[in-house]
């Protein structure tokens, strides 16, 4: 995250004009948002359910299954290709709050498109990141600012962009607070715009409700039943689902790293990506033979939440935690563009539904352990996973945090010590 300039630098009326662009900016960043994410939703509908039914069936055939990531994967080599930018950071690298040009912006949006609608399984939050980057990048160089303030637009427009999917502006600052929490002092003159932005940009999404299928982006589980009081055992589950998940993460990117390497060793950008869209498919039609739901391996899995939780076979679980954690692994290694953290919430979560059908906890519980668990292993930022947590759960599950925050610190802690023993 870049420095921008402190109090003493800016006057009062400079700082306040920052503040002000910082709103103003996070209106047209929403709106490419939500223009962005509904494409991406009717593509996916068009694709996974109104072509199956054309051709007869009632869910998405084998050859669709096997062959959808694999056009999205073309899709993902066109936009790499032929369009500047490389179509945005590897997801690998994690998010990235750094400014994306504006010519970059075609070939991020298409390389998304290419991987979230076509069933790859990586989130939409990164692309949306460089997305709102985008706008704020070419409204900043409408006015004239130094290279610090333009860097503060930029990622204002980031945060606006992303704030419906973590539930409203409270989650998208607090990761501008700990992206940036070495900057000390100087923190909060960069932290007001972005933070402005992201509230104006949630009013966007909350006045257009369901349009374009927004309200399915966001992640959400209606219906969790109200947890009350919190007893030890709830916190070994939370100790034990945070290190799990760690311990998974950890796998997970170690695969995908041995993935990465097979790029100009033995295999050229497209001939990877293609393999590994035909993978991810496979993986998903096994599963599917397996008894569980091929639509459930595929894509970020923030809208499979739900019935995830609500599986009582523990044999379905491990099913869709292993053909999750394998599709998850080749898609952050191959090339596709994405975000890492809804898969590695959905991780988390299965991770405690697998509790859940064990031991009788309860399914607030595992929500709210699972996810802070998830985000906290793959991101590696504490507070806004638990935040996260806390806003997916409501005040149903406000008694589940503390197990949630022994479920982030653990595997916060378990995270680091493997990546100072193993390298990250």
Partial sequence: MTAAATPEELSGRAYLRLVA??????IPAALVAAGFLALVHELEDVLWHDLPDQLGYS??????????????????????????GDGGHSPLEGLSAKPTPFAWGPGVALAALGTLAFGSVLGPEAPLIALGSVVGTAASSLVKL???????????????????????????????VEAGVGMGA??????????????????????????????TTALAVPGLPEYNGTSIGDLLVGLAVGIAAAVLIVAVRRLAVGVDRLRGRRLGMPALLIAAGLAVGVLAELADVL??????VL???????????AEGSTKIVLVLLVAKALGYAISLGSGFRGGPVFPAVFLGVALATLAVNLFDVSATLAVA???AAGMAAATQLLFASLLFAALLVGIPGLDAIPAAVFAAAAAWLTRTALDRRLGP
């Fill in 59 to 84: 869910s998405p055939p084998w050859y669709l299954v096997l062959g959808l990531p694999m056009l999205g994967a073309c899709l993902v080599v066109a936009a790499r290709s032929l369009l500047p």
């Fill in 146 to 176: 130094g290279p610090r303030e333009n860097a503060v637009l930029a990622t204002a427009g980031s945060f606006s962009a992303i704030s419906a999917l973590f539930g409203g502006p409270l989650v998208a600052g607090m990761l501008l």
């Fill in 21 to 26: 662009l910082g709103a103003l900016i996070g």
């Fill in 186 to 215: 100087a923190l909060i003159p960069s932290l007001l715009p972005g933070l402005v932005a992201a509230a104006c940009g949630y009013l966007i999404f909350v006045g257009l409700g369901d349009w374009g299928g927004l309200d």
């Fill in 291 to 296: 008894g569980a739901n091929s639509q459930d």
């Fill in 299 to 309: 894509f970020s899995g923030q809208a499979s939440v739900p019935a995830l939780v």
């Fill in 369 to 371: 352990v699972g996810t």
